[in-house]
């Protein structure tokens, strides 16, 4: 159960790993390492698809660590995927270190793979919410709804893709 990480009641999964140089004072340090936490198994995506199904469920939010991460984007994929499916009265919103120009408009870099960029792409594509960007602790602000520093956007997908330009969410 989740009331912090979007609007209404939800649920969260807060997946394990985070490549980034890590945030000072970051809320979830304990999912910085890629081989803590534990295993994502068929059977516990299908506990969490069940709590998910809930009527007072009204979002599913999926926090890090970094969920966009190269070592979690398959797995996050074929969830995300199965909640459209499964699940498309609920929203989906997605926490992640990477800025939506990183993601949206990619360039050419030799440090993200070509897979890599379209599977963030994909992803994004089928959420409805995302707040991009890393925290920055100089930039905290307590104030500020459903994310922890000001340089962070919440940010509605559909209307950004449709209009080709992010379009914030009014909550």
Known sequence: MDISNGEGVGVALFVQ??????????????????NGGKEWTREIEDKFINLAKKTYIKRISILGGEALADDNLDDILKLVN?????????RIWLYTGYTWESIMNYETSDTISDISFEKRKIIISMCDVVVDGKYIDDKRDISLKFRGS???????I???IKEDKIILYCD
């Open 17 to 34: 790993g985070c490549p980034s140089p890590h945030c000072k004072n970051c809320f979830n340090p304990e999912t910085w390492d890629f």
């Open 82 to 90: 199965r909640i459209c499916i499964l699940l498309p009265e609920k």
């Open 150 to 156: 000001s340089n962070q956007r919440v940010i509605d």
């Open 158 to 160: 559909k209307k950004s």
